[in-house]
């Protein structure tokens, strides 16, 4: 039993996609639903069912440092995005089959051979990680590479990162690691580094964290992810107070006229 | 002239160059991307603004499903308590086939959704309270054995005449009706309710309650079309109409961003039309039917009946799209 993490340094990252392309070579991943959509050089988009890795190309106005020193040049991030494996995931608790399990690795992880495709997790993920596949029925996500796990192998894409922009290990290890490095990089004056670990919220924290520049929202990440088992409360109690309404309103109604007739 | 491919006869070379040139700078310009001009990355606009969560992969069958679980739950109740307080066995009976219908068409429609199909059966290898679409099988499941086990008794009886099998069944599979029929009607509103979609999480603890004022409107409305015109069911549905007025103000009076596809948009107007067909309409005709007699009641009570089916229809429908808005205009 250990608690394996990604942890993803954008002030690394490249762009070379070399963790898509190693993901879809090693889980045997199916060409994505591409086309031309003319945002950088991004035209994957999202994460999906056939997009485990997901390079995000955050381009901005010219910006000094960022990009390079030209002041005409655009400013570039790049961020590989990746399931987070939440402590408290949406897709695990939505899962009305047991498909979604926690493993040994503390990851998140979907059984191909179980899930039925009911496509319920799909609206239970914060972070819009897994969609249902049109072709195979089925959903699918990040596996966290857990065929690899088991021998003792990293996940393909940290594998294969040229410049340790995706880092794997323990959880704890990581999460120190990435104060580390946040603090190394302000001390050089980048200073709107930051480390993105939403332990305070809904989830309580990912097994996959980030460090980027800017504002976490600039990639497409939550500021408040919420797993919406926190909503259990409310929609049951108006569940159970509408079941009460019927049987009271039933009851009324078919006493209350004593069977007449109209 | 031969050499020029058959698939592109527009590409004729008897076209003079200049048509030529027109041609090709429409077939250039089909390749723009949609969105010209410098894509944007803000924090308010998030990653070019691309939507955060996915929007639901459901289809057709499952706003139909919410329709018919929700009339079938609502006639498993009515089927339960006309029974228990002894009214006419002609309406425990179309009830019971109300129920009956929906605890066959329902599974079927969310099997037909699955994206395998053939797998249905993993969701009963598990039952997680946490999950309120496994807890929605299970609750299928109990209301389709309650109105088997009815259907059955009731066909024995007519087969063989009273026997104390025939009178268990039907007792217990009506006692079943009503038990399950009662969260059938509701448990879809948790189901949308627990969701990431902004638009459905919001109203978490309103969906249910509206989702179940809408299956009575549903059931009710059908039993009174099938022919039953029993102050019972004019009660019954006045109280549902009154119910989803309350919903429909209260969604209209909202003030969140999360709403605005409740709201604004096609979505926000089939909200409103299912709301108002549930609503204000089938009450105020009921309300005119117990001021007025004979024929013309009978006809303000079958057009609020008409309404009120179409209208829980409608609000379904309506539901599934304010999702798919919500989820696409959602930002970090």
């Keep these: 039993m250990r608690t394996s993490a990604f942890l993803t340094d954008s002030t690394l990252c490249i762009g070379c996609k070399a963790c898509e392309v190693a993901c879809k070579e090693w889980n045997d991943v199916p060409a994505d639903f591409v086309e031309w959509k003319g945002l950088s050089y991004d035209n994957t988009q999202a994460l999906g069912a056939r997009t485990w890795r997901h390079v995000k190309f955050v381009e901005g106005l010219p910006e000094i440092g960022k990009g390079g020193n030209d002041p005409s040049a655009f400013s570039w991030s790049f961020s590989s995005d990746v399931c987070k494996h939440c402590e408290v995931a949406g897709c695990l608790e939505a899962c009305p089959t047991g498909a ?71 959880l704890d290890d990581l999460r120190q690691r990435a104060q580390e490095r946040m603090t190394e990089l302000q001390d050089r004056g980048v200073t709107d580094a ?60 078919f006493l209350g006229s004593g069977g007449k007739k109209l | 002239m031969s050499d020029v491919p058959a698939l592109r006869p527009e590409f004729s070379p008897e076209l003079d160059k200049e048509q030529r040139l027109i041609l090709i700078e429409r077939e250039a310009k089909a390749m723009l991307p949609a969105a010209t001009g410098l894509p944007e990355i803000s924090a308010a606009t998030g990653y070019y603004g691309l939507p955060v969560i996915k ?162 409107n549903s ?49 926000g107007w089939l909200i409103r039309v299912g709301g108002v067909l549930s609503g204000p309409i089938p009450l105020a005709l009921r309300a005119m039917s117990l001021f007025t007699s004979g024929k013309r009641a009978a006809k303000f009570r079958k057009y609020a009946a008409v309404s009120s089916v179409v209208g829980s229809a409608v609000t379904r429908v309506a539901w599934i799209q304010a999702g798919h808005v919500s989820a696409r205009e959602a930002r970090p």
């Design chain 1, 100 to 170: 979604l399990v926690r493993t040994e690795f503390d990851s998140v992880y979907l059984q191909p051979d179980v899930c039925n495709g009911c496509a319920y997790c799909v609206v239970s993920c914060p972070f819009g990680v897994l969609s249902r596949d049109s072709d195979d029925g089925r959903a699918f996500k990040c596996t966290f590479c857990y065929d690899r796990q088991k021998a003792d192998l990293m996940p393909a894409c940290a594998k294969v990162c040229p410049t340790e922009s995706i880092q794997f290990g323990e």
């Design chain 1, 194 to 253: 930051r480390v993105y670990d939403p332990v305070d919220t809904s989830v309580q924290g990912t097994h996959a964290i980030f460090i980027f520049r800017g504002d976490e929202r600039m990639y497409n990440l939550p500021r408040d992810p919420e797993v919406p088992t926190q909503y259990l409360k409310r929609a049951w109690t108006s569940a159970a107070i509408a079941a009460g309404a019927m049987l009271a309103g039933t009851l009324l109604a």
């Design chain 2, 55 to 216: 929007e639901p992969s459901w289809s057709w069958e499952i706003p139909l499903y919410f329709f018919i679980g929700g009339a079938a739950g609502a006639a498993g109740v009515i089927e339960g308590v006309a029974r228990l307080t002894g009214d006419s066995p002609k309406l425990v009976r179309d009830a019971r086939r109300i129920a009956m219908a929906g605890s066959v068409l329902s599974p079927a429609l969310l099997i037909s959704d699955l994206g395998r199909p053939a797998r249905f059966l993993a969701m009963l290898r598990v039952f997680k309270p946490q999950s309120p679409m496994s807890v929605g099988v299970w609750i299928l499941m109990g209301f389709g054995a309650g109105t088997s086990a009815a259907t059955l008794g009731s066909w024995l009886r007519e087969r063989s005449g009273e026997s104390a099998l025939a009178r268990f069944l039907e007792t217990a599979g009506d006692v079943g009706a009503l038990l399950f029929g009662m969260p059938l009607a509701s448990y879809t509103g948790a189901l949308i309710g627990v969701t990431v979609i902004p638009a459905w999480n919001r109203n978490a603890g309103m969906l249910p309650l509206h989702f179940a004022a809408s299956g009575v």
């Design chain 2, 219 to 267: 059931g009710a409305g059908l039993l009174e079309l099938a022919g039953h015109q029993s102050r019972a069911l004019n009660w019954l549905g006045m109280g549902a109409a009154a119910v989803e007025t309350g919903m429909g103000a209260s969604i209209e009076l909202e003030k969140h961003p999360a709403v605005d596809p409740l709201k604004h948009g096609p979505s």
